[in-house]
């Protein structure tokens, strides 16, 4: 939990914007640990536990973050493999799960 | 006019009888039935996976090639067993069923299956459809979204569709249905979404639900003491994916379990009836005659659903009726089939959560430290690797050797019980478990394709697999060939009394499918699916390595 709250402090210290989405609004430490929960309930199943052992699934932790619409698209709409999100997580919970995902966990 | 008359009589006649599977048929399938067709999910109600046919052997397989394939233009992966009847080849995957001429491989008709894509949420472990059933003129298919239809087989029009379930709620189907005694039945899956398991049962002409048979013990049922007071048990799981097999003379069919929701079992106390477990039910009215619990309390998500194959074997002098089961929690199984009495259980793979045999007085596998610490909230190296010592995919068992013959994992994960019980929710996930995989020594093997004896689970050879493990079915002939596939793309034909691979065609995809085998105008026909598909496990070993993409291969002895 340390090691998430130090990571979070580093992304909002180092004022984090995206290439193709501007308005993106800034990460926050709260955004990030609602996405980590978020991401244990439905997406670790495939793309493995805290991000790691992502098994054949999309390797989250080399997703790039610049592509903040590429993400958000993706979950809501479904990719390859992938359902689509879009009908059971909000905006705000596919943010939280952008958050958490940029913020990324620690080894 | 009188010989029009009867030409269209006699057509008639005959038009019927060339699609009108009748239920003494079935019971004959892999059973002495015509070798032209392949009637039932397993090649028989036994599902033995055993064919009586030698023209292809070990001296000749060499000149066996393809000859025809047909593309499934489907990326989601083939894990299917087709049908054949009179000529022609049912086939099913997740988006279409398809009827194929087998002289010319050319399709006769198609028929999509539809389903809001959103479905796939509810899905664990790959999109998947595991074949059709065929009865009295139509073939029965159920899709994804759990919806059971009976299809013209003439002209794969849309007789009837059932509701089942509402995916929404986590209901899904991929397993095949089964016709016996005249009732079309289904299983579900959706274990890891807090469902309720059950086995239904419809009117094959109308669709009308007959029966369903839940598989955690409600109220006012025997067993139901096993679950915790309150509401457990509607979200215990308990699903059925996986076709049940079916004794005729005895008129039952058996069903495994899978594991319970969720996956710790620290939140359900209790043995939990039915959860892991096989179950014998009468086909007409779901009523259960008796229930075996492969793994009490289940923890591990060890699922109980692979097949349960019918055979008669000799047991100290003895020829008893049993049910041979090679479980998820690394056991193999032989059970009494009239009473469901343990009569074997010993470990096939090696196993750390029990001692490795099972006592046949008590019937109860006997766990060990790692289960206790286990249960007790630590993180342990658990063997079997909760996919199992061996998964879905079908063994074939040769009655005359009295062997069975699959591929087995030897894998170990990491695995722990979550500190908090997930929160309910209809239709999202439901496990509280977190769980990976421990790294293997580039030395190991990921498993092994081997011959067993059912009693002993003794090998009687064991080849290893270093590259990649294997996600397929199995099917043995009396030409003494154990037919399979690999995740690689290879379809192979091994040697019934070494293991030496004898034979193998590159299918472009993964093979993860149950080949089959019967006869065409006299000739030898070998079909299996290709296109690699599952869960995440076989994902994992293929990333960046094996393309998708599903198609049919059928094989002979060049002429």
């Given amino acids: 939990m340390k090691k998430l709250v130090l990571c979070s402090l580093l992304v909002c210290m180092c004022g984090v914007t995206y290439a193709d989405s501007p308005e993106t609004p800034a990460i926050t430490p709260d955004q990030i640990k609602r996405g980590s929960g978020l991401y244990a309930q439905h997406c670790a199943p495939c793309h493995g536990p805290r991000m790691k052992d992502p098994e054949g699934s999309f390797d989250l932790r080399k997703f790039p973050r610049d592509e903040h619409e590429r993400f958000v698209r993706s979950v809501t709409k479904g990719k390859n493999a992938m359902p689509p999100w879009g009908g059971l997580l909000q905006p705000a919970e596919i943010q939280a799960l952008w958050a958490y995902v940029v913020a990324g966990e620690k080894n | 006019m009188r010989k029009l008359l009867l030409g269209v009589v006699l057509s008639a006649t005959f038009g019927v009888s060339a699609h009108a599977q009748t239920q003494q048929e079935l019971n004959r399938d892999g059973s002495g039935g015509s070798t032209d067709n392949v009637l039932t999910y397993g090649m028989g109600y036994h599902q033995q996976r055993y064919s009586p046919l030698r023209q292809i052997t070990k001296s000749n397989v060499r000149r066996l090639v393809p000859v025809w394939t047909m593309s499934l233009a489907n990326e989601f992966g083939e894990q299917g067993q087709p049908l054949v009847y009179n000529g022609v080849l049912y086939a099913a995957n997740v988006k279409r069923v398809v009827a194929i001429d087998v002289g010319t491989g050319r399709q006769i008709w198609e028929t999509p299956l539809e389903w809001d894509p959103a479905v796939a949420r509810v899905v664990c472990c790959g999109l998947s459809n595991r074949g059709v059933a065929l009865y009295d003129g139509k073939v029965f298919v159920a899709s994804l979204d759990a919806h059971l239809r009976a299809l013209d087989a003439k002209t794969g029009k849309e007789v009837w569709k059932t509701k089942v379930a509402e995916w929404k709620e986590g209901y899904s189907i991929t397993s095949a249905p089964s016709v016996a005694n005249g009732v079309v039945m289904t299983g579900m899956t959706g274990g890891e979404y807090g469902v309720r398991g059950f086995v239904a049962g419809y009117d094959p002409q109308t669709g009308k639900q007959l029966w369903r048979r839940y598989m955690t013990a409600g109220p006012g049922e025997k067993g139901h003491e096993t679950w915790p007071k309150g ?3 509607l979200r215990g799981g308990a699903s059925t994916w996986i076709t049940g097999s079916y004794d005729p003379e005895l008129d039952l069919t058996y069903w495994g379990t899978s594991n319970g929701g969720p996956w710790g079992a620290v939140w359900r106390p209790g043995d939990n009836l039915w959860v892991a477990s096989v179950v014998a039910l009468r086909p007409k009215t779901g009523e259960m005659v008796w229930h075996y619990q492969w793994t009490p309390a289940e923890t591990y998500d060890y699922d109980g659903n692979n097949e349960n194959l019918l055979a008669d074997i000799t047991v100290d002098g003895q020829k008893r009726k049993v049910i041979l089961h090679a479980d998820r929690n690394g056991f193999l199984y032989v059970l009494d089939r009239a009473t469901g009495k343990l009569i074997a259980g010993n470990a096939y793979v090696p196993v750390n959560w029990a001692k490795p045999r099972i006592d046949p ?19 342990v190296e658990l063997q079997p690797r909760w996919t199992g010592g061996k998964n879905w995919f079908p063994m074939a068992f040769n009655p005359n050797k009295q062997l069975l013959y699959f591929p087995v994992k030897h894998e170990t994960a990491i695995y722990q019980v979550n500190k908090d019980l997930p929160s309910y929710k209809a239709g999202e996930r439901y496990q509280g478990v977190t769980n990976t995989t421990k790294e293997r020594t580039p030395d190991e093997a990921w498993g092994y394709y081997a011959a067993f004896d059912p009693l002993t689970a003794k090998r009687k050879w064991s080849v290893p697999q270093a590259e990649f493990p294997m996600w397929s079915g199995s099917l043995v002939t009396a030409g003494g060939l154990v037919f399979s596939g690999k995740l690689t793309g290879e379809f192979v034909a091994f040697d019934e009394d070494t293991g030496k691979e004898l034979w193998k065609f590159q299918t472009g995809s993964g093979v993860n499918a149950q080949p089959i085998t019967y006869t065409y105008k006299g000739r030898q026909y070998v079909t ?11 994902k994992r070993e293929t990333a960046g390595k094996v393309q998708p993409g599903g198609s049919v291969w059928t094989f002979a002895l060049i002429e």
């Fill in chain 2, 231 to 233: 509401d457990a048990y």
């Fill in chain 2, 361 to 379: 007085a008590t019937g109860r596998p006997e766990e060990t430290e790692v289960a206790k610490r286990l249960r007790a909230g630590e993180k």
């Fill in chain 2, 528 to 538: 299996v699916l290709s296109g690699l598909g599952g869960g995440t496990s076989a």
